[in-house]
């Protein structure tokens, strides 16, 4: 990709990591710089990021893994059995079993498993609700709900919902005004997640 064709519509940092398929003035634009450029997320071998593309359960928590990790959130760790309190620990990618075996020690994902009966599906996609969970387990904390959001919801009773919210982290769809929970998670929704859950930093000049 030249310097003369990235100029005029794909977003380019200053340290020349540029995706093909990342234009500049989109909502997700500033997060992908942000966590390229803090290796929380990287590209596809032919340039491109994929904003649009879905997020497994097994990638998410390879994110959040480095997330955990690099940002330093107040962990503790629940004691849990790892892989083995997984059903379906042998569907796992070996390259995310590090990652699933460090979600499962701290608990990121006992919400979604409640709802699975231990089972994790690490290839299928991850949804809103379910990035809303993690964010609360991650961090915690605590609105007038959208109409496809409801009290009683499993993400909304123990507070993800409220957590990820309230604080601005997830916002809904300003076409519809829904959040849509069990809509699927893309690369580019879950980069403005982590950038927003950051504070909205500059990526790092290189």
């Known amino acids: ?31 992908v710089e942000w966590v390229a450029g803090e290796g929380l997320m990287t590209g596809y071998d032919d340039g491109r990021f994929g904003p649009n593309d879905v997020v497994t359960h097994e990638q998410l928590a390879v994110i959040a893994q480095r997330f955990g990790q690099t940002r330093r959130p107040s962990l503790s760790a629940h ?13 796992i990618s070996s390259f995310a079993t590090n990652a699933v075996n460090w979600c499962m020690t701290y608990g990121v994902y006992d919400d979604v498993l409640d709802q699975t009966g231990g089972y994790l599906y690490p290839t299928q996609a991850a949804t809103r609700s379910e990035m809303a969970s993690l964010l609360q387990l991650l961090y915690r904390d605590a609105l007038d709900y959208p109409s496809d959001v409801s009290p009683v919801d499993w993400y909304v009773v123990g507070g993800e919902f409220d957590y990820a919210v309230d604080s601005g982290i997830m916002t809904g769809y300003t076409n519809t005004g829904l959040f849509g929970p069990y809509d699927t998670l893309t690369r580019g929704q879950v980069a403005t997640i982590l950038w927003r859950l950051a504070g909205e930093p500059s990526a790092p000049a290189g």
């Open 79 to 91: 004691g849990t059995s790892g892989l083995s309190g997984l059903r379906d620990a042998s569907s």
């Open 1 to 31: 990709l030249s310097s003369s064709s990235a100029a005029s519509d794909v977003y380019k940092r200053q340290n020349s990591i540029a995706f093909q398929d990342v234009s500049s003035g989109q909502y997700y634009t500033q997060a």
